[in-house]
T-cell receptor
Framework: AQSVTQLDSQVPVFEEAPVELRCNYS??????LFWYVQYPNQGLQLLLK??????LVKGINGFEAEFNKSQTSFHLRKPSVHISDTAEYFC??????????FGEGTQLTVNP | ETGVTQTPRHLVMGMTNKKSLKCEQH?????MYWYKQSAKKPLELMFV???????ENNSVPSRFSPECPNSSHLFLHLHTLQPEDSALYLC????????????????FGPGTRLLVL
């Protein structure tokens, strides 16, 4: 069975600073990887996903993530964050024929 | 309306009450899901429906009773809940019930914040 670990439960940063949210997964087969974002008082929405092909995936709102098979990671990055990026971010993994497995989430707080 | 809607957005109920949560999706999807989101825990998948048929029940207590009359509507009937059932209940939909396994996206509603007193 697959699993996903988000290494940081909380990440505080200042506005316009770069940020990286870390995600590691475990699976013995090929995976699909996702990042979802949950803004306050809202449901989750897809930021980006990796299915195959280029390991660098670009998503909405200037976010990108890189799939690293050897390190079984799918870290999320943004070069310059805004106050409006304050939200909870969830990494998720699935394998063919299975459901999504979500991580515990990382709360990103952007301070002025 | 577009996307996935949920009502009510907030609900306070006593342990002896009976209430229902409603979810509606306007995306033409075939699969719908109920998740429970508690603080500091991963999302817990509760139920999955595909073409109105329940395909998954993750050992959810019987005080939670789902209903899916058609592919666009999903209900969660609640009765004799416990305080530990207080959480955010999220509904989601996707084209197929194995959405993640084919790389498809799940679309989430805003959730119902439930408080059980």
């Amino acid at each position: 069975a697959q699993s996903v670990t988000q290494l940081d439960s909380q990440v505080p940063v200042f506005e316009e600073a770069p940020v990286e949210l870390r995600c590691n997964y475990s699976s013995s087969v090929s995976v699909y990887l996702f990042w979802y974002v949950q803004y306050p008082n809202q449901g989750l929405q897809l930021l980006l996903k990796y299915l195959s092909g280029s390991t660098l995936v670009k998503g909405i709102n200037g976010f990108e993530a890189e799939f690293n098979k050897s390190q079984t990671s799918f870290h999320l990055r943004k070069p310059s964050v805004h106050i409006s990026d304050t939200a909870e971010y969830f990494c998720a993994v699935s394998v063919r024929g299975s459901r999504l497995t979500f991580g515990e989430g990382t709360q990103l707080t952007v301070n002025p | 309306e577009t996307g996935v809607t949920q009502t009510p957005r907030h609900l306070v109920m006593g342990m002896t009450n009976k209430k229902s949560l409603k979810c509606e999706q306007h995306l033409g999807h075939n699969a719908m899901y109920w998740y429970k989101q508690s603080a500091k825990k991963p999302l817990e998948l509760m139920f999955v429906y595909n073409f109105k048929e329940q395909t998954e029940n993750n050992s959810v207590p019987s005080r939670f009773s789902p209903e899916c009359p058609n592919s666009s509507h999903l209900f969660l009937h609640l009765h004799t809940l416990q305080p530990e059932d207080s959480a955010l209940y999220l509904c989601a939909s996707s084209q197929d019930h194995l959405a993640g396994g084919r790389g498809e996206t799940q679309y989430f509603g805003p959730g119902t914040r439930l408080l059980v007193l």
